[in-house]
């Protein structure tokens, strides 16, 4: 059984820095794409960032670029995103999700619609 369980959310000031985790199991942690979306109130799912546990490709969303940091211990098959520099408008729920390094493309990566498995979403809240 596939589970994804997000942690590290939590309430911090603008320019604060959080740490996300997404710990995996039940499935070949390798060979596989975690993303990171949020959702924020009354607004659309959308992707923050993905790595390809395969090779470790790294990929971001522009409104993260240059702030979020995505990475992966596959000995542990925990992946982080850590986010500097944070704006009220990263205020949202984030999820860590999963996909077969083979059903995404370049251009697909970051979109949600492809992500077989999800996790429960960690809340994550920045006041200015």
Known sequence: EVQLVESGGGLVQTGGSLRLSCAASGFAFADYVIGWFRQAPGKVREGVSAIANSDGSTYYADSVK??????????????????????????????????PVSYVTITTILQKRWYTDWGQGTQVSVSS
């Open 66 to 99: 240059g702030r979020f940091t995505i990475s992966s211990d596959n000995a542990k098959k925990t992946v982080y995103l850590q986010m500097n520099s944070l704006k009220p408008e990263d205020t949202a729920d984030y999820y860590c999700a999963a996909v």
